[in-house]
């Protein structure tokens, strides 16, 4: 049972902003840095995409600063 109520809390289970699914952030994105897109563009492309399909894998296991380990 406990394990249950602490997934209701951590999907915020019954607002109006619940995660609805399991990769599912329920807070806005930052905006980031031109720069920063610049070289993570050029540094991808340059390792032939291997950094962003790691980058994608990881955003849906690491989602809110925590660990999404109910799949």
Same mark, same amino acid.
């Given at each position: ?14 607002? @109006? ?33 291997? @950094? ?17 380990? @109910?799949?």
């Amino acid at each position: 049972m406990r394990y249950f109520t602490r997934a209701k809390f951590f999907n915020f289970c019954g607002l @109006p902003a619940a995660r609805l699914d399991a990769d599912q952030t329920v807070y806005k994105k930052k905006k980031r840095n031109k720069l920063i897109l610049v070289l993570s563009w050029a540094f991808n492309v340059a390792m032939f995409g291997a @950094p962003q399909s790691h980058m994608e894998e990881l955003q849906q296991v690491w989602v809110d600063r925590s660990i999404n380990s @109910p799949r």
